[in-house]
């Protein structure tokens, strides 16, 4: 199995150019494990038309407590992490997106992407803890998350996308996922 090399992977910071590429991998991965969860009439026609403006919006003006980490490779993004730091009084920085292209799986990229956000999140308040949410439903990325020491604290009904009901499908579950010392994600960044 090919590894990518630090040299193979690029990280940086997202800007405005960028909204389109971010869009098309998030869809995508929505697409990968959100079915089931999210319609398929939204998954297969709505989602880029949902997430292009909304990621536009995002990189053109920048929230100051905002963090979106790219990787690329070859000049593609092929992963990202996007933090808002600050977000809740109780469980620090909200890390709200996380996405690696499908053929990068399991080779690190998502791995340094959360290391390089907990130092980000330390960088900004070094007491604050950090979460997410995640779909029940997807196991790899709960797996992933365990295994970098998130503990599953909670349970909650999923907001439709941009508060539209009929772009879900059923009552899917979200878990909260937690890390009360992000600190422990930076050890990974050694290894790169």
Partial sequence: MYEPSSAD??????????????????????????????SDAFLDNGAVAYLEPLWGERLAAPDPRARTILAERGGVVVGLAHTILDADAAWGAFLDNLHVAHGLK????????????????????????????????????????????????????????????????????????????????CTEENSW
């Fill in 9 to 38: 992977i690029r990280f940086r910071t997202a800007g405005p150019a960028d909204a389109r590429a971010i869009a098309g991998l998030h869809a995508d991965s929505w697409r990968r494990h959100y079915r089931g969860a999210y």
């Fill in 106 to 185: 399991r080779q690190g990229v998502g791995s340094r992407l959360l290391a390089l956000t907990g130092r980000a999140v330390l960088r900004w308040s070094p007491s604050s803890g950090l979460y997410l949410w995640v779909l029940e439903q997807n196991r790899d990325a709960r797996a992933f998350y365990a295994a970098h020491g998130g503990t599953c604290v909670e349970r909650a009904d999923v907001p439709p996308p941009g508060g539209d009901p009929a772009r879900l499908h059923g009552t899917p579950i979200g878990l909260r996922y937690a890390w009360r010392h992000p600190a422990t994600l």
